[in-house]
């Protein structure tokens, strides 16, 4: 009877058109909870506050910079930045679009790959050893197999990271664009035309690039296909297989030239300091837990790691001890399958090994072997899964006709288990209290998800909670400074305004020697001088600036802050210098150019404060601070007209901002044109009106 249902369902299939729309509708069905998601850990700066993403007029600009602005890592990422340049453009700050083109950038990927593997997979030996005539049976065999892998990869729920957290996006552009250029390649391949031929295989190398500066991991894509050209593909001359590495080689000289344009980071992160004997047990546990979570997904979560527990106090950590031993033996047996599975004879054997090359070649970048910034990760599964999902295959095929109808009709079941897996796993996206508090409840309560989680709480008022968790987070790491800060600031709301200071002084006489390892220590400076302001002792907070801007020179939070202080004390001219040098070295940045134009103005140099509000207006197609300061300028010099139509341009910008009415109604008002002026002043009393119900009603 299986077997009868899955043939009716490939037949219902048999247009390639009616399968892609398959992948694209239950791809996007078995993601949609993410879809009302917040924004997440690192979104907030990647898709929210990031300021590279807020103009196409900064698209070249994003190429000179790392993805992180304040942070150790040097991933170099410019296409990952542009794909949320146009999300911001079309969508704003609205998160449904971000997670909207996250899925589908994903199921372009599951598309693509059903393509590729359906053209490199038969000469490789996906053959049927049915003997039969039918269509059907022959489809089964060579086409409808790649459907189906592409289709349990797409569906698969340890990917989620990948897909439903909007930070994750770099994984699947990566693999949209690498895959893409393979499939550009072989379609170069065919063509008769060599003006065909030729735009193709540059655009093949486009999407190389692109794939290249999404994600280091399309380096990988690169390899797998060079070692496919070089040892699998047997209908090529070697001369044209030299000539096409020598393309591949050149791009990838391209990208290693590009990464070079962002400055060096000043310090490298902390190092763990393993031995090699350490490093290969990490790497037979990570293995043994990639191989669990490809089979059966039942326990996922952000965070993961691979490290024994300290020492077997109690029965949790003993528990702990004994499965990561355990991820060892099983990591060694799937090492054993890969290897027994690459050399058994068999006529889907190159099927089989190339499966499990494509599989290692992407295990070995993450395996441990090198160091990273976490041991194990599920969404590093993304591009190694594929080659995983291969083997399987090959192997299934080695077995006899009626074993392969039932191990298909399995594979159609897991399809259904994974993506109702893949449904409830997008669930925990969407707050950020229900992913941090599912993230520690699952295993994964790192000092990082701690400390989110304890922020989320700070924010809240649920001060005695979030003193529990920064306590914690300290107590997993005592040198994490940001923790330290939270603390000292909790503390201090609390009313232990003496414990607080301590904690300041401790983390302020650590941090020269934490931001080697941590990012983001300017914030113990920060924070202590707005102590400092808010008590009124100015004096004290500027000491507190300049010392801090001696170690952290580059960083505008507090230039920022020290020129607000200076202009409030000592009149604009005070504030210019150092926003000015600020600004002039990152022309880019928004909150450079409006705080410079606003000094400008207040100081009288208009021209200077006009050039400066007209690049803050470039900078965010969708801002209105700088089109409000040029307003409020042309206001002052009674150039009415001008003033009122660049007020509408703002309101045309944020239609349902109250202050954007009540600034173009003073205008209206200078203009004499008072009853305009009267009516939306009433307009901006029934906006606050309707957003006090809504809010009430929350």
């Not at 150790?72 to 998160?95: C, E, G, K």
């Not at 604009?572 to 600004?583: Q, R």
């Amino acid at each position: 009877m299986l077997v009868s249902v899955f043939k009716r369902f490939a037949e219902f299939l048999r247009p390639t058109w009616a399968r892609c729309l398959f992948l694209i509708v239950l791809g996007v069905l078995i993601r949609a909870p993410a879809l009302q998601g917040e924004f997440i850990w690192d979104d907030t700066f990647l898709a929210h506050d990031n300021p590279f993403i807020r103009s196409p007029y900064l698209i070249f600009e994003v190429f000179r910079h790392h993805l992180m602005l304040d942070s150790l890592s040097a991933h170099y990422r410019p296409v990952q930045n542009i794909s949320y340049m146009f999300d911001y453009l079309f969508w704003n700050t609205n998160t449904y679009g971000f997670h909207l083109s996250n899925i589908f950038w994903h199921v372009g990927s599951g598309v693509l790959l059903f393509f590729l593997l359906r053209q490199i997979l038969v000469p490789l030996g996906w053959k049927s050893s049915v003997d039969s005539d039918t269509s059907i049976e022959k489809r089964l065999a060579s086409d409808f197999g790649p459907f189906l892998l592409a289709l349990l990869w797409m569906v698969h729920p340890v990917h989620s990271a990948a897909i439903d957290y909007v930070s994750g996006r770099a994984d699947s552009l990566a693999f949209f664009f690498s895959c893409g250029a393979w499939l550009l390649y072989l379609r170069a391949r065919r063509s008769a035309q060599r003006v065909s031929k030729s735009v193709l295989a540059i655009l093949a190398a486009v999407s190389l690039l692109l794939g290249l500066c999404s994600r280091e991991s399309a380096c990988m894509w690169t390899l797998i296909f060079l070692t496919h050209l070089f040892f699998f593909e047997k209908n090529l001359a070697l001369r044209s297989k030299c000539l096409v590495l020598a393309i591949c080689l050149s791009v990838v000289g391209l990208y290693a030239g590009l990464r070079n344009l962002p400055a060096d980071r000043a310090a490298a992160g902390p190092s763990n300091g393993w031995s090699a004997s350490t490093q290969g047990v990490l790497m037979l546990r990570a293995l043994g837990d990639y191989g669990r979570l490809m089979i059966f997904p039942s326990n996922l979560h952000m965070e993961r790691t691979v490290v024994n527990a300290e020492a077997a106090h109690g029965n949790a950590s003993w528990r702990a001890a004994v499965g990561a031993d355990y991820l060892t033996i099983l990591g060694m047996l799937v090492a054993a399958a890969l290897i027994y599975g690459s050399l058994r004879p068999g006529r889907a054997r190159p099927l089989r090994a190339f499966g499990a090359c494509w599989f290692v070649l992407t295990y070995l970048p993450i395996s441990n072997l090198f160091e990273l910034n976490a041991t194990v990760a599920e969404h590093w599964l993304y591009l190694p899964s594929v080659g995983f999902l291969i083997f399987l295959a090959g192997c299934l095929l080695e077995f006899p006709v009626r074993i392969q109808r039932y191990g298909t009709a399995l594979a159609c079941v897991a399809v259904v288990a994974l993506s109702a897996r893949s449904y409830v796993r997008s669930a925990d996206w969407v707050t950020n209290e229900t992913f941090y508090r599912n993230t520690v409840t699952a295993g994964g309560g790192s000092v990082r998800v701690v400390l989110n989680l304890g922020q989320i709480y700070a924010n809240q008022g649920k001060l005695a909670m979030a003193e529990r968790m920064f306590r914690k987070a300290l107590d997993l790491c005592p040198t994490y400074l940001i923790a330290r800060n939270n603390l000292a600031d909790v503390l201090h709301r609390e009313g232990k305004v003496e414990e607080s200071d301590r904690t300041y002084d401790e983390a302020k006489a650590a941090a020269p020697e934490a931001r080697k390892d941590f990012p983001r220590t300017w914030v113990i400076a920060l924070a202590m001088a707005k102590l400092r302001a808010d008590a009124g002792d100015v004096n004290g907070a500027l000491e507190i600036l300049a010392e801090g801007r001696r170690e952290y020179p580059t960083t505008w939070s507090l230039i920022s802050l020290e020129s607000e202080l200076l202009r409030k004390t000592q009149g604009p001219d005070a504030g210019i210098p150092a926003v000015a040098e600020f600004a002039r070295a990152n022309w880019w940045h928004l909150g450079a150019q409006l705080a410079l134009g606003k000094l400008y103005f207040e100081k009288g140099d208009i021209a200077s404060a006009e050039a400066a509000f007209r690049l803050a207006n470039r900078l965010d197609v969708h801002g209105v601070g700088g089109l409000n300061m040029l307003a409020l300028l042309r206001s002052n010099q009674q150039r009415f007209d001008e003033a009122y139509r660049l007020q509408t341009r703002a309101i045309a910008r944020q239609p349902d901002e109250p202050r954007q009415y009540l600034i173009l109604s003073d205008i209206l008002g200078k203009m004499g044109r008072s009853q305009e002026a009267h009516a939306l002043l009433a307009q901006v009393t029934r906006m606050e009106t309707m957003a006090r119900a809504e809010n009430a009603s929350n």
